[in-house]
Structure formats: structure tokens, C-alpha cells
């Protein structure tokens, strides 16, 4: 709904969205994502899948959903970016906030490019214990998510960003990987989100890391882990970017096995 948009984002840009979505043209943030018809109600209908999975695991009604064609983790509360129109974690955070009154959310983002829109937006704000491993900010967009970027405020020490040089592959994910572990242990989150991003499979056409489908395997396989520690099981998976269809279902794949508790291929 509008007023679930209008947690995250501001009125004034969804009335923007609308408008260009009955004109059909247009530009809804500097050159990256286009308008188009009807594109208002396809950006709501992401959101509105991530709030109602959100709410079906606070209300015990699954333990872990995967939602593929969410994950749309540039979007800023007043602008579209990357391709991102409508931010639905962003949303279904403050959903978990504010409904369900939760001080300790993880979001955790293994796109191979910075999750600014869920990042700088929630950078000052305690509940949301941020992780991200992604390609280096110096070499690719959002240009962002630096080491020293860990929060402000009393945020500051919540927020876990590790950029990975161009080329990385398994063996430098997996050494980060223990750290984001280590880190989300330390905070005992009671929800996980997972941005669950392919496009840091070798072969994409929009980055350039070389992991392999192991790497997302071995990522929502320690969150699952995690999930049942301390969050009661509840981990909320979204698809992210992917640009090389072979690899996204190599990597979703993975993330459901994961999920389904599916001995590794």
C-alpha cells in the first residue's frame, strides 16, 4: 500500500512514481531506471511480497522465505537507482520496527554491488545490524561501502561493510565470510534478511568477481545457522541482481537448498 511505501520512502517521490507510471516515459531517478506503464504497481507488488513474507515469519507461518524478485537495494527513500525503483527491504524493516517492535534486525547483502539504499539510510539507526560483502566501491557502482563506513551515532560498530578487489573469487569470500559470522553472533539478530545477488558469479556481465554458486551456498547455509540461534529460524531471502541467467539459478539454487536444508550438490 502507499502508506507502507511511504515508511521508507517520501511521499512526494511515490507521487513521482505514479505519475510517470500513467505517462508511461520518462526518468525516475538520472539515467538508470526508466519509467514505464504500469511500473508504479509492478515496484508496489515487490514490496507488498517482502511485507507479507516478513509478516508470515513473525507470525510463525513459515520459518524461511525466499522472495526472487525483490532484493531492489539501491533505491533511496526519495529517488530510484540502479534499476531499483521501490526499496523492499527497506520497507519490510521498518514493518518489523514498527509492527512488530524488533531491536535487532540483520540485514546481510551478498550482491556483488553495494547495498546503498538499505545502507546510508539506516546508518545512523541502532535496530539494523548491517553486513555486506560486495565488489570494491573504487570499481564499481554505487561507488560506496567502504571499511570505515561501520554506522554513526549509536549505529556506530553495527554495520559491517567488506569490499572485495575485482577478481575476487571463493577462497577471498569465504575468509570474509567467517568475519560477517563472527560479527552478526556478536548482535544475536532476531531477523535476517538476505540479499541473496548473483551478479558476483564469474561471468556477469556487471561486475567483476569470479565466485562460484559455493560461495551463496555457504552463505545461507551459516545465516540458517544463525536464524536458528537466536532469531527463532526467521531469515527473509530476496533475489537481487544477476545479470547472466545460468549463473542466477546456480546461485538461487544454492540459496534454497540452503533454506530446504538440501544436502549440498
Not at 531506471?33 to 511485507?51: H, K, L, M, N
Request: proline share 5%.
Amino acid at each position: 500500500t502507499e502508506e507502507q511505501l511511504t515508511l521508507f520512502h517520501t511521499p512526494g517521490y511515490v507521487e513521482k512514481v505514479k505519475t510517470l507510471s500513467e505517462t508511461g516515459s520518462g526518468l525516475l531517478d538520472y539515467g538508470d531506471t526508466p519509467a514505464y506503464r504500469g511500473v508504479f504497481e509492478d515496484a508496489s507488488t515487490v514490496v507488498g511480497t517482502v511485507v507479507d513474507a516478513a509478516r508470515k515469519l513473525m507470525n510463525n507461518e513459515a520459518r524461511r522465505i525466499f522472495v526472487p524478485i525483490a532484493g531492489l537495494h539501491h533505491s533511496m527513500p526519495d529517488t530510484a537507482s540502479g534499476f531499483c525503483v521501490f526499496n523492499d527491504a527497506g520497507v519490510a524493516i521498518k514493518i518489523l520496527q514498527q509492527e512488530y517492535a524488533l531491536e535487532r534486525i540483520a540485514y546481510v547483502d551478498i550482491d556483488a554491488h553495494h547495498g546503498d539504499g538499505v545502507f546510508y539510510p539506516f546508518e545512523s539507526d541502532p535496530t539494523v545490524i548491517y553486513a555486506d560483502i560486495h565488489e570494491d566501491g573504487r570499481y564499481n557502482f554505487p561507488q560506496s561501502g567502504f571499511p570505515h563506513e561501520i554506522g554513526k551515532g549509536e549505529a556506530k560498530g553495527r554495520k559491517l561493510n567488506i569490499p572485495l578487489l575485482p577478481l575476487s573469487a571463493d577462497p577471498d569470500f569465504l575468509m570474509m565470510w567467517d568475519k560477517v559470522e563472527e560479527f552478526l553472533r556478536q548482535w544475536k539478530p532476531q531477523f535476517i534478511v538476505m540479499n541473496c545477488g548473483a551478479d558476483g558469479l564469474n561471468g556477469d556481465p556487471l561486475a567483476h568477481l569470479h565466485y562460484t554458486y559455493r560461495a551463496h551456498a555457504r552463505a545461507a547455509r551459516g545465516l540458517c545457522e544463525i536464524a536458528e540461534e537466536f532469531a527463532e529460524g526467521r531469515i527473509l531471502g530476496v533475489g537481487g541482481g544477476g545479470y547472466d541467467l545460468r549463473n542466477v539459478g546456480k546461485a538461487w539454487v544454492a540459496v534454497i537448498d540452503a533454506f530446504l536444508e538440501t544436502p549440498m550438490r
